[in-house]
């Protein structure tokens, strides 16, 4: 079951459905997730005389357990690196939501296709990624100069101090000198 998307027939094309697809994270982002859910029947009983309309079910419990953990995720692990973990938790969930309606199906696998930003802000939600990425490289370019400069300020003061003790004590040798003379 597609789940965001359609895939056409021989064209293969493939058209966004917004409404399934377009979700709230848990820090108020919203992201659009497409993602495919692979099925099977392990119970022909339970599949055909417990639930009314098997594959609408296993759509509608696969789109509320998405939404339930995008609801409690973040978006930058959503975009970057938490796609197993999300794919794991979403196949968890429906099994043990299909499990209780006792509909006699296994989950075989959770598929995220896509997980971006809405189209109408992905160019902002770049622009904000790219000023994240400069504040670190300009950063780490801070602490690259304040390594360098710091150890040759405590080197050119350490200097100076070293010079001032030295004319310090040849005053004061010049001093004792011309007394004692």
């Known amino acids: 079951i597609e789940i965001g998307m359609r895939s056409g027939g021989a ?35 339970k599949y055909l005389f417990n639930i009314q309309n098997p594959e609408i ?63 109408q802000v992905i160019d902002a939600f770049r622009d904000v990624q790219a000023a994240r990425a400069d504040q670190e490289r300009l950063q780490n370019e801070a602490g690259s100069y304040a390594s360098r400069v710091v150890p040759e300020a405590r080197g050119d003061a350490e200097r100076i101090l070293q010079g001032a003790r030295a004319y310090k004590e040849q005053t004061v040798a010049e001093a004792i000198g011309q007394t004692a003379r």
């Open 57 to 119: 079910t296993v759509k509608e419990v696969a789109e509320s357990a998405m939404r339930d953990v995008v609801g409690q995720s973040n978006i930058q692990p959503l975009l970057t690196g938490a796609r197993q973990k999300t794919e794991q938790a979403v196949q968890k969930l429906m099994q043990d939501v299909l499990d209780h309606y006792g509909a006699g199906i296994t989950v075989d696998q959770v598929q995220l296709q896509k997980v971006d930003p809405p189209t």
């Open 11 to 45: 064209a293969r094309s493939v058209r966004a459905v917004l409404e399934e697809s377009l979700m709230l994270t848990g820090d108020e982002n919203i992201v659009d997730i497409n993602f495919v859910v692979f099925w099977r029947i392990k119970d022909a009983q």
